[in-house]
């Protein structure tokens, strides 16, 4: 039986002028690591890839392929706006030692489930290495459904997995079960840190899940219980889960909340985004402290 993963989609550090801050985002990585998470996702959207320039995507996969080799797996989101950009940036960071890139489509426009194929088909036949599908429907208007990816798996081997951000559990349920009767290896995940648990029971493999940068100790165990079958353990942390999800309220975006609560717990990194994200207010502070507090964080 494949060991379940919860897989880390990471925060990017930058200075108030918005350079990446090298120091503060190897005591992220550090942070994590320790934590026992089982992979870094680098350039998720919790990572604000999409306000990144090509010059920094390039030194983060740099740095932090350098800097953790052999410690942990890491992969690299890799999504464009161009498929070309894409494709080069995906072989890059494959390339220099990613275990696999993440791809979202294009986003802004709605797309027919014909150009969704078509994209799909050409990065994936030009990406040197393994794929994750990354489905956000809420931000690109549009669903990778399970005929979509069956449509791919069946031309594609190198599209080996999938992360699913719908709040709505039986969405993914059903990619579970249309999916993995033709590709039981393929990796199915969660986008939602509370879906962790439903996910495995489902036959799902996991989640990507930004929570897990605040408490990376408390989602390693919470793999732990389910891979040992200690349900009364999954039910506990699933409690302390649900109230950490409401961290995910406090501001939009929950980047900025999410650095906040990071700086609070004793990690040195400073709380800078990419514009137009601003920094959180005392007010959001004591909601953020309050709510640690509650899962004995602070």
């Known amino acids: 039986m494949r060991k379940s993963m ?10 108030q002028q918005g350079n990446l801050d090298i120091q503060a ?7 994590l690591i320790n ?5 870094l996702v680098i350039m998720g959207s919790t990572g604000e890839f999409f306000s990144m320039t090509k010059e920094q995507k390039i030194q983060l996969i740099d740095e932090v392929l350098t800097y953790t080799k052999g410690r942990i797996k890491v992969y690299i989101g890799t999504s464009c706006m161009r498929e070309d950009e894409t494709i080069e940036l995906s072989n890059y960071a494959l390339n220099s030692g990613a275990e696999a890139v993440m791809i979202i489509g294009p986003y802004y426009f709605s797309l027919s489930n014909e150009s969704i194929i078509e994209y799909y088909d050409k990065i994936a036949k030009n990406i040197n290495g393994n794929i994750i599908l990354y489905n956000f429907p809420d931000r690109n208007s549009y669903d990778l459904s399970a005929e979509i990816v069956l449509n791919l798996l069946k031309k594609h081997k190198n599209i080996i997995g999938y992360k699913d951000t719908v709040v709505e559990m039986g969405h993914t349920r059903k990619l579970i079960r249309e999916i993995k009767k033709e590709f039981p290896d393929f990796i199915i995940l969660s986008g939602y840190d ?12 996991g989640c990507i899940g930004g929570l897990s940068n605040l408490y990376p100790e408390l989602f390693a165990e919470w793999v732990k219980a389910i891979d040992n079958k200690d349900m ?3 039910s506990r942390i699933q409690e302390i889960v649900d109230k950490m999800m409401d961290i995910y309220d406090i501001g939009k975006p929950f980047i900025p909340v999410i650095k906040k609560a990071m700086i609070l717990r004793g990690l040195d990194i400073k709380d800078y ?3 137009p994200f601003i920094q959180v207010n005392e007010e959001q ?3 953020i402290r ?4 509650e899962v004995d964080l602070l």
């Open 194 to 205: 509370e879906n962790f648990a439903h996910n495995i029971l489902s036959g799902g493999d």
């Open 25 to 31: 985002n190897k005591n992220i990585w550090d942070h």
């Open 290 to 293: 309050n709510i640690m507090k």
């Open 35 to 39: 934590g026992g998470v089982d992979g």
């Open 232 to 234: 009364i353990e999954v």
């Open 273 to 275: 985004s990419t514009a």
């Open 285 to 287: 502070t004591d909601k």
């Open 6 to 15: 919860f897989l880390t989609p990471v925060v990017t550090a930058f200075d």
